[in-house]
């Protein structure tokens, strides 16, 4: 299964450890952050791919086009990670712009998944969306959700 790496996605890595050098420093010490930092994206990668919800593929697609044009975890500071956020996206981007329809999609089902994720599940797809966003200049949608692990 393909995930995420420090080595293939330095942007992700980088987003994340600025997001939380500060705290970085004052529990490890400036000359202890390059270990720690190296060991704590290998542990958050390893979260987020054991936490990642099963979606269809067609789910997937629908939360990146959601969230095509709003913020996303890496690109806030101080946003909450909570399924209510997400819960409230998708439902304004299905009400909004069709997106169930457009992407096959049972919003009510959909919708019940997410009411159910916990903070770890809402962060792995808040990480694969923010993936798909990161990487579509250069791989079609679907390709950067394969390359995630998510639809194959």
Request: glycine residues 4%; negative net charge.
């Given at each position: 299964?393909?995930t995420?790496?420090?080595?293939?996605d330095p942007?992700v890595?980088q987003?994340?450890?600025?997001?939380y050098?500060?705290?970085?420093?004052?529990d490890?010490?400036p000359r202890n952050v390059a270990?720690?930092?190296a060991?704590?994206s290998a542990?958050?990668?390893?979260?987020?791919?054991?936490?990642?919800?099963?979606?269809?593929k067609?789910?997937?697609?629908?939360?990146v086009?959601a969230?095509?044009?709003?913020?996303?975890?890496?690109?806030?500071?101080?946003m909450?990670?909570?399924?209510?956020?997400?819960l409230?996206?998708?439902?304004?981007?299905c009400?909004?712009?069709?997106?169930?329809?457009?992407?096959?999609?049972?919003?009510?089902?959909?919708?019940?998944?997410i009411?159910g994720?916990s903070?770890?599940?809402?962060?792995?797809v808040?990480?694969?969306?923010?993936y798909?966003?990161?990487?579509s200049?250069e791989l079609?949608?679907?390709?950067?959700?394969?390359?995630?692990g998510?639809?194959?």
């Amino acid at each position: 299964m393909n995930t995420l790496n420090p080595a293939r996605d330095p942007k992700v890595i980088q987003a994340v450890l600025q997001y939380y050098l500060p705290s970085l420093h004052q529990d490890y010490g400036p000359r202890n952050v390059a270990n720690y930092a190296a060991e704590a994206s290998a542990r958050y990668l390893v979260l987020m791919r054991q936490h990642r919800p099963s979606l269809s593929k067609a789910e997937w697609l629908l939360l990146v086009d959601a969230y095509w044009s709003t913020l996303t975890l890496f690109e806030s500071n101080q946003m909450a990670i909570t399924n209510d956020l997400l819960l409230l996206e998708v439902e304004d981007a299905c009400t909004m712009e069709d997106l169930a329809t457009k992407w096959s999609v049972d919003q009510a089902e959909l919708l019940r998944k997410i009411a159910g994720f916990s903070p770890v599940e809402t962060m792995a797809v808040l990480h694969v969306i923010e993936y798909a966003k990161g990487h579509s200049g250069e791989l079609p949608g679907e390709q950067a959700l394969a390359q995630c692990g998510t639809a194959e």
